[in-house]
């Protein structure tokens, strides 16, 4: 095995196994930071765009067949009264075409977010949320997350925010996942959608990481009476392949100073992507898949509370904070020489499995991970 210091440089890839160029296989939980959803090189997938390749790449935002049938795979999966409102290619690029498109219809310049969500890197998507952004551009305004204050002190400063009535839009990434898996109650969701409606502000959920069964149900927002006005995905739609899209409610409407589309935007290679992943997930049980994983996680990874890590996440999205007792370095360090790819920020280990791994793969990482930490531990 390589030593800790190396770093690894990875060839090739099926499934949840990739290999470096040394011919070393690790079980794979990082997946392209969850893009790669139903696993490396998933062979439907690749036949789509194998197929598309040869037919045509791109045709200057005209329509194509295969978005017409990407669009009609995708309004069955929609919360209720939502429509296709258009595709780009990352997940940061659907995030300003949601600004532009709050700012046009409601005629407001400013924007809010909660502290430490990943919309982007941009300069306005950054500077949203993080404090340690370069740029900072005006009228954006961030809001603490629960780990900073109370749920009912929160709300108390967004309605205090919002009817100023200045706010176009309110972005809301219901698990961070570039921050430990901090997540609020569904009664928090629900009260800032109607602060929302209340104020005329536009909220934008940014499912680019939990859309598409990463927490079980198709869309997180599925699980509230009440659904967003803008609703943003990416990463897994197209199972590794950059391709993002944003769903609207009817009466919002795209107008042409929203500047939709651009050179990449709905090219048939990503939409061929697209529709071979989503007829893939048609043919596999994903909310009860999802589910199975979640509990594999919760229940062998709680023991590590004893070492003063916390677990946080749902379905196929975790975090493992690992507190001050446990040597974070030599942790994953013990994870990698063990053959497990965890990603990791801070002290924190995050999980992000193919929904194609086999449950009993998935325990035996989970226990590696167990292993490491508390061999770890101080």
């Known amino acids: 095995m390589s030593t800790p210091l190396e770093a690894p440089v990875f060839s090739h890839a099926h499934g949840s196994d990739i290999y470096t160029v040394a011919g070393e296989r690790r079980l794979d939980l990082v997946m392209g930071f969850g893009s790669a959803f139903l696993g490396h090189a998933h062979p439907l997938v690749t036949a789509h765009l194998q197929e598309q390749a040869g037919r045509l790449l791109n045709c200057a935002r005209q329509d194509t067949d295969v978005r017409l049938r990407v669009d009609a795979i995708l309004s069955g999966l929609l919360p209720r009264g939502m429509r296709v409102g258009g595709f780009c290619s990352t997940g940061m690029e659907v995030a300003e075409f949601a600004m532009r498109i709050a700012a046009t219809h409601t005629g407001r310049a400013h924007f809010a977010g909660f502290s430490h969500s990943m919309h982007g890197r941009s300069a306005m998507t950054a500077g949203l949320c993080w404090e340690n952004a370069p740029l900072h551009p005006d009228k954006l305004h961030t809001l603490p997350f629960v780990d900073e204050a109370s749920e009912g002190a929160i709300l108390e400063q967004l309605a205090a925010l919002l009817r100023k009535r200045q706010v176009a839009a309110l972005f ?121 994983f979640g509990k594999i996680i919760a229940s062998t990874l709680a023991g590590l509370r004893d070492a003063g890590a916390t677990l946080r996440g749902r379905g196929a999205i975790w975090c493992l904070d690992l507190g001050k007792r446990i040597r974070r370095d030599e942790a994953i360090a013990s994870i990698r020489e063990a053959g497990v790819l965890v990603g990791s920020v801070g002290g924190v280990i995050r999980l992000l499995p193919a929904a194609t791994l086999e449950p009993a793969r998935l325990q035996d990482a989970c226990r590696q991970v167990v292993r490491a930490c508390e061999g770890a531990y101080t």
């Open 172 to 292: 809301v990434e219901p698990i961070q996942g570039s921050h430990a898996a901090y997540e609020a109650s569904a009664d928090f969701y629900r009260q800032a959608i109607a602060l929302c409606r209340e104020t005329g502000t536009l909220c934008v959920f940014d499912e680019i990481l939990t859309g598409l069964y990463r927490t079980g149900t198709t869309f997180y927002c599925n699980r509230f009476d009440e659904v967003p006005d803008l609703l943003l995905f990416a990463k897994s739609m197209g199972n590794g392949f950059p391709v993002s899209a944003l769903a609207l409610a009817g009466h919002i409407p795209i107008r042409p100073e929203a500047f939709p589309g651009s050179t990449f935007a709905a090219n048939p290679l990503a939409m061929a992507a697209v529709e071979g992943t989503l007829t893939a997930m048609k043919g596999m049980p994903m909310e009860a898949l999802v589910e199975s």
